[in-house]
């Protein structure tokens, strides 16, 4: 399931992360790449250890954490600390496809992987984050402070920037329920009892579909 989430940050937030990175020392995005997405892996990143890093990981987390529709699509288990990613011109990401285990300061299987922007369309060209799907490539380029979702097993690739620079915060979640067709069920259910609480909040049928979503999710939830 391929998903784009809007304002994820608020405008204070994402004023403050576009703050921290005007003022961040980036280095080789490679450091933390794969041996097969090294080679296809050129781009800047914050260290681990950098101050700004640890202060961006906070407003990220707390803000996906908080945004019920990235709840309801990743049902999170783990999050891991985002990368904090620039691309100026010449920098892209060839075609790979993410390592199932991230190993850093969290270990987790790598079940979805998002792209959160934090650069406006206009502000750089080409960089376009192409990722392949049932329904073919689909091309992606949001406005800053929203999120796009998407298998971790999914081949994906950023293209050649050509002018400006593009910012970006990359994680990995595992999810409670690991099977991709059991989450997106569930995902599809909850958006149908949202619905049915905006549009007819005393219906009784509410009651009998959230007892299904929970009862389904007893079942394939790994806590």
């Known amino acids: 399931m391929l998903l784009a989430i809007e304002n994820v940050l608020s405008n204070q937030e994402l004023a403050n992360v576009r703050g921290l990175y005007a003022k961040a020392r980036f280095g080789d995005g490679r450091v933390t790449a794969g041996e097969l997405a090294a080679k296809a892996k050129n781009n800047l990143q914050l260290a681990a250890n950098a101050a700004e890093t640890q202060v961006l990981t906070g407003i990220v987390h ?4 908080c945004n019920p529709l990235f709840v309801s699509a ?4 783990v999050v891991c600390p985002p990368l904090f990613n620039r691309y100026v011109p010449g920098m892209d990401f060839g075609t790979h496809v993410d390592n199932a285990i991230r190993i850093s300061a969290v270990t987790l299987r790598a079940d979805v992987s ?3 922007f934090l650069s406006e369309p206009e502000e750089y060209s080409g960089g376009e984050l192409l990722i392949e799907d ?4 689909q091309t992606i380029k949001l406005s800053a402070g929203s999120l796009v979702l ?3 097993s999914s081949l994906h690739r950023v293209e050649p920037i050509t002018d ?3 910012d970006v915060a990359v994680f990995w979640v595992q999810s409670m329920v690991r099977d991709i067709a059991q989450r997106s069920l569930l995902f599809q259910l909850d958006a149908s009892i949202q619905g049915l609480r905006a549009r007819s909040p ?3 049928e509410i009651v009998s579909l959230v007892s299904t979503y929970h009862n389904l999710l007893r079942m394939w939830a790994d806590i």
């Open 74 to 77: 990743a049902l999170p288990k």
């Open 114 to 116: 998002g792209t959160l």
């Open 134 to 137: 049932t329904y073919g490539v």
């Open 150 to 152: 998407y298998p971790s």
């Open 202 to 204: 005393e219906s009784p």
């Open 164 to 166: 400006g620079h593009r």
């Open 62 to 65: 707390d803000a996906l954490h």
